[in-house]
């Protein structure tokens, strides 16, 4: 231990020598030093000629190497990207609730559905001098055939003669009877089998009933989807249509009504508007209705209406703390001591390390999210105005027997500079270890963040240096601030600061006492319990409501669709170059199948399988032999039989009156170049799922039972040398697939990952601080910056509780904001402990000493800052800056002061450190050092009031400006 001080001091002593003469070189070159910072900001900004901004949701959350992304890539490698999905509900007008006594299944609202369709269907459109229609970029699944539409006209082959001419539809829609002589009952018009749960919402259809009979159909909703090709090509074709055609006669339709009342028809009414008043004016009972909808764009167009609305009161809240910084650096109403253009120069700091950061990410080749351009902003402001404040403070602080400006910033900066060193690097050690996680949003943000907290600090201790310099030079020739033209007639010291006074006078006293001690350690205690409530409660995910706009086309579309929809999102079971001719690989297919169609919770019967249809035309005995062509299909090689069985069409015999159709599931298999299958899908379909704790839950139980059979199916030849020596990952034999895995997946590990950068955090600001200080004063620091933190999640918990409807959740924007409290609550308490260990006294007169030197510039410089710009948050649009950043950033600031100010200096005055003499030597500034040896020489100790007699080639060697008039004097004394 005593080898350990010795090595601390001479550290320290190394440290703050380096310090002063940063300030001394700053302050007494401040042109040079700013016009170098200049270069290094310049230098370091060009990269922005490379800035690249990230918005695709998959490129924020799901990183490369995940299994889910691995998966995906192979399913969009074999079968192309998934579908552009647009979907249409009609439902009673403002009526989101199950209530199965509104049925919409009626011939009129059937009408509308067809004249929305038809609008739809026949709209062509313009697009760089090429003309095109909904049948150009929608899928279709069989070649030769149409769109791919879901809608309850199917039924009737989106014919409207025949729905109305049909006096039992309801019947018809049963299923039971044909309806058409050359088409299979209940199949749409290419071919492809009705699905009730994409048509019916909120229906009395259950497709996992094991009863023979259906029942005569209601429904509250009526829905239609198309599917649209999801490529390069199609897709600037596919945003025109859904903007031009899909949104524009959805909103039309809409527009018939004002509030429950069908407006009169009027001359100015579109082709669809008349058609539908038309309906209500013959069917005067209908219910009044509406459609919500969801287009492939709509999520992307409102992220961009959101930051453009979101932006102007970022930009307010951005200006009010910028203003604020400016007036609270100084000194108002003194013209002369106001320092507004310090603080300006401090917050062009703040600008500079940001785009110096994001210069070099851009650098090397690392996208900006926009999560990095809301959040870094914030954090290193914080950051930055907390360090301003200290530097211009602590020249405050220095004896007024110090004359020189240069001497007194260096001196000033030789005692705080430590302090301001351990906060950086405390912050970027915090951040940089989130830089290891698998979550690409994460890893931007930390990115930049912890190169941004580097830069700021030494910008900070150069060019603010050098500002408040030219400053102090203004103030010394009398010039008002910002108006250098104007002068004061003469020079009136400033007045001690109103915040500082009334911290000394108030806020010190009021922690001191035993009261406060008992309050705050029952609140801390609270605080704490609402924390482990949180690690339980929480829920993971986040409301997908909750992320756009309220009165938008889409979050009606969630409402409605939370509700009402019966059809969940459509998966697969994807297989890799499995031995279909072998008959364990068979048996275990057909054993797959089985099992997975048994999860009533997760999965909704049937599993569509070619491999059953395929197993029946292998059989030469069957009543279909003849008919479908498989007599002596054994002679011929596997390969050939799937190619014969593909080519068996919808509308032939044997599909009709056997369902043998192997058409349908020609896109469902993939052939190597050898002819042999590489890869095959099965669809089904997940059951609706009404929240995130469904989708996390069907993704998991999912995966867990068709990943227990791997290893139970035959390689192919290919396949066994293709996989032999890889990862499970990279060789899994069949995995499921659906969109939504791969967003959801990160939730198996949010919790791990928020766990993990905690702790090493908390690691990384335990050695930053025992650097500069001692190893129990760093785990009271770090100790401080987990309270705040773990508080901060059952603070949220708390909010939840008290107001509700949408809430905070375990999401990656979370483990953000938590990563963020880490950095910003190092700021509120390591100041404050480095302070407290350079005082001396009784425990209780250092906590004193400590608040009163370095509270009030933490109060000020990052509570009160923060606060003003946090506030005006409340009032942005967007409900996710009103969650994520207003209420977290909000209770982030409230425990920083809480702990760093008030449940730290409790702390340290019970269990405090004692003062030891190795630590107030490291803390010694050049100056004081000087004097210790003057007074070891036999010199008198230098103070205010006191002269150490020297000579005058002495005073000449060391003359400055400011001594000019001594050393006039002693030559006008001298001439006598």
Known sequence: RRVHGILQTEVMGIVNRFFYKVGYFSASRPVLTIFICVCVSIFGGLGLVNLKL??????????????????????????GPFFRIEQVILKKRGCNER?????????????MIYHIQAAMESETLQHKG???????????????KGCLVTSPMEFWLMNITDMWSDEDYKETARCIKPRYKDHNTCFDRIGVPVMYSAIFGNSNYDPNSNSCTVPLINATALMITYLVNNNKFTNPLAELWEKEVFIKYLREFNDVFDGDNVKPLLDGDTPLQKVIKQIYKKYPNLHPTEVNFMAERAIPDDLNLQNSQNIGVVLISYCLMFLYISIAIGYVPSCLHSRFMVGLAGILIVVSSLLIAMGICSYCGMGMTMISSEVVPFLILAIGVDNMFIIVRSERTIDSGVKDTVERLAKGLSNVGPSICTAAICEFLAFFVGVMTDIPALQSFCSVAAIAVIFDFFLQVTAFVAAVSLDNQRIQSLRYDVILCLKAPEYKPPRKEFVKRAFENYFTPMVLKKGCHYIAGVFALILFGFGIAACVNLSLGIDQKASVTTDSDIFKYFAAQEKLVDAGPPAYLVFRDVNYTHPETTKNIFDLLDVLSAQSDTVQKPVFSWLKSFKMFQM????????????????????????????IKINSDCCLRYGICGEQFTKDIVFDSSGEIESTRFRFMHPPLRNQADYIRDLQATRYIVDKYHGKFKYTKEGEEKYRGKEIDESRQVFAYSLFYVYFEQYYYIRGVLTQNIMLGLAAVVFATQLITTIVSAFFVAATVFMVAFSLMGLCYFFNLIFGGFIIEYNAVFVVNIVMTLGLAVEFCVHLMIAFLRSRGTNMERVKAALNNMGSSILVGIGSTKLIGVLILAFAPSRIFRLYYFRMYFSIILLGIFYGLIVLPIALIYIGPEPKEDIGEAFKSPVEEDKERLKLEGGQQLHSHTFIPVSYTHLRAHETEADLVCRLLLEKKKRR
């Open 620 to 647: 030469e005995s069957g009543d279909w032999a003849k008919i479908c062509g498989t007599q002596g299909i054994s002679a011929y090689p596997f390969s050939e039989q799937m190619r014969r069985f593909a080519n």
């Open 54 to 79: 990230v918005d695709d949701p998959q490129a924020l959350w799901v990183s490369e190497s995940s299994r889910g992304n691995r998966e995906q890539q192979y399913f969009k490698d074999k079968y």
């Open 130 to 144: 090429q003309f095109f229609d909904l049948s150009d970029i929608c899928y279709k699944p069989i070649t030769g």
């Open 99 to 111: 209530d199965r006594s509104i049925d919409l299944f009626k011939k009129p609202y059937l009408e």
